[in-house]
Structure formats: structure tokens, C-alpha cells
């Protein structure tokens, strides 16, 4: 999603689903649940459709998911994006400042929340 995100926002203005998390293991578990749900999602959305190019259009504007694993990432993605930003998934403790931080979630949270 990283390689489309940004002509994908120009054209159809997509929504972008921002996950935290610094532990391979734990967003190698993740992602394909989520990027499944979301295809779900979309493949719903597209029945909605009235012809089959409105199908095509809508299945390709499904939400993107953009992974950080550290707290400037994390903020430099909603930074960039937090216009088109529909959530955050975060774990509680990932790397800010290159130092593992127990309360990163929270700060990154609080951060966003402070914006928006």
C-alpha cells in the first residue's frame, strides 16, 4: 500500500488505516486478518455497484493500511496523511527515539488526539 497510497489519495481519496506495531511476529498475524476483512469490506461495497466499472472503481479504492514501527513513523504517516486518516491500531510499547518506550501508544495517541 506504501507504493499506491499517495496517487490512490490524489485520485479517490482513500481512507488510510494506520498500524503501530514494531514486533514482526505480531504484524505478520495482523495484517493478513486485516487486509482479508478489508477485501471483505470492499467486495461488499462493490456489489453495490451499478454497472461493472463502478464495481472495479470501488474495489480499488479500498482502505489502505500503512505500517510504522516506531513512534516518528508513526507520526510522520499521520503527519502526512491525517487528512485521510480513518484509525490508528497501535501497540502500547514500540521504539521512540530508538528506545523501546513503555507508554509509545499512549504518547502517539495523545499526540493525534491533540490534532484531531
Partial sequence: ??????????????????????????????????????????QNFATEALNPHAATLRMRGRHKVMLARNYEEALALYEKYKDNTLGVISDAQFPVNGKKDPEAGLKLLRAIRAED
Avoid: A, H, K, W
Wanted: avoid cysteine.
Fill in 1 to 42: 500500500d506504501r507504493l499506491n497510497i499517495d496517487n490512490d489519495i490524489r485520485e479517490g481519496s482513500v481512507q488510510m488505516i494506520l498500524l503501530v506495531e514494531d514486533s514482526i511476529r505480531f504484524y505478520s498475524s495482523i495484517l493478513p486478518n486485516l487486509y482479508n476483512y478489508i477485501l471483505m469490506q470492499s
